[in-house]
């Protein structure tokens, strides 16, 4: 029973972070649709992304327990940490934008490397899953970062 309950608490935190990603990314796409579509893209495709993750986490979380957690957040730790990254988006210019989106990506990262580094003993198809999950998400950090780098690069 406590390793089920430990693998709810990761599984918890993974979907907590990823519905955080949403709303996040939704702040930012509403705040420069109209003025580079092709960056509310790129955010657009992020939160499709963090939708789809999340519906396979819940989906394991619904094997663990017949009533999944309500709120996918488990920890204040996870709240006090997207608030640091918000606090220091202070613009919707494309820099402020880039350097936003890669404290996200890097939050998402940190998180999923906690969750494979855990001592806790875990499925070989949720380790699969969480890495899975790591590397579509190591992807789309380093799309951001690089479009940051090009942003940051002299003409």
């Known amino acids: 029973m406590e390793s089920e309950n430990e693998l709810m608490d990761i599984l ?12 996040e ?7 420069i649709k109209n003025t580079d ?5 790129v955010m657009t495709r992020n939160i499709e992304q963090s939708h789809q993750l999340e519906t396979e986490l819940e989906q394991e979380m ?12 488990s ?12 606090s220091m988006f202070t613009g919707t210019d494309k820099k402020s934008v880039l350097t936003y989106a890669a404290c996200i990506e890097h939050a998402m ?7 494979l580094e855990s001592e806790f003993t875990m499925d070989i ?7 899975r999950h790591y590397t579509l998400i190591k992807s789309s950090y380093d799309r951001i970062t ?3 780098k090009l942003r940051k690069s002299p003409i």
Request: with cysteine; hydrophobic share 35%.
């Open 146 to 148: 690089e479009a940051e």
């Open 37 to 41: 579509h092709e960056l509310a893209d």
């Open 62 to 73: 619904s094997k663990i327990s017949i009533n999944p957690p309500v709120s996918p957040f």
């Open 75 to 86: 920890s204040h730790k996870l709240q006090r940490l997207w608030m640091e990254i918000k």
């Open 125 to 131: 198809d949720i380790r699969n899953l969480i890495n």
């Open 12 to 23: 918890t935190d993974l979907a907590g972070m990823h519905e955080n990603r949403i709303h």
């Open 25 to 31: 990314y939704e702040d930012v796409v509403e705040k």
């Open 109 to 115: 990262l940190k998180c999923y490397r906690q969750a």
